[in-house]
């Protein structure tokens, strides 16, 4: 049982990791800078390089999420990663700011919906970095990759 709940878990954050990268590296990264700069938190550099690096590195997450490569740790960075998501959303949420979300490129605004998903998919990252736990830590990758 826990090695199905594993690998559906594994492969449905790499579907929303790869699916996300997607949507943000078929169009210009300015344009996904734009809605990383409608949260107000980051200096214009800060802004200009997250845009840049940010759709990559989901793109590798969802990859090695996809191949079961360093499970536990990749489980763990997906979490990190959400986490940072998912506050940021809660705060300019909770500040009644009225903007694009960014999570799958451009249209989707920041509401209550997209918060359920975010923190359904954060506890699904810390849900397999946990369950991922034993079986990475002996041998490097879980027994259903």
Request: hydrophobic share 70%; proline share 5%; charged share 5%.
């Given at each position: 049982m826990m090695r199905w709940?594993?690998?559906l878990l594994r492969l449905m954050l790499a579907g929303v990791f790869l699916y996300a990268a997607w949507t943000k590296l078929r169009q210009p990264w300015l344009v996904f800078a734009l809605s990383i700069d409608s949260?107000?938190?980051?200096?214009e550099w800060a802004v200009l390089t997250t845009a840049r690096v940010l759709p990559w590195l989901e793109?590798?997450?969802?990859?090695?999420?996809?191949t079961g490569v360093w499970l536990r740790?990749?489980?763990i960075l997906a979490a990190v990663v959400l986490a940072i998501f998912f506050t940021t959303?809660?705060?300019s949420f909770g500040k009644g700011m009225g903007i694009d979300c960014g999570c799958f490129g451009v249209g989707e605004p920041l509401s209550a919906k997209t918060l359920a998903r975010d923190g359904l998919l954060l506890a699904s990252a810390i849900t397999l970095a946990v369950v991922a736990r034993p079986y990475t830590a002996k041998y490097g990758h879980a027994p259903d990759t």
């Open positions: 709940a594993r690998l949260y107000q938190l980051l200096p793109l590798a997450i969802g990859v090695l999420l996809l740790y990749i489980s959303m809660l705060l």
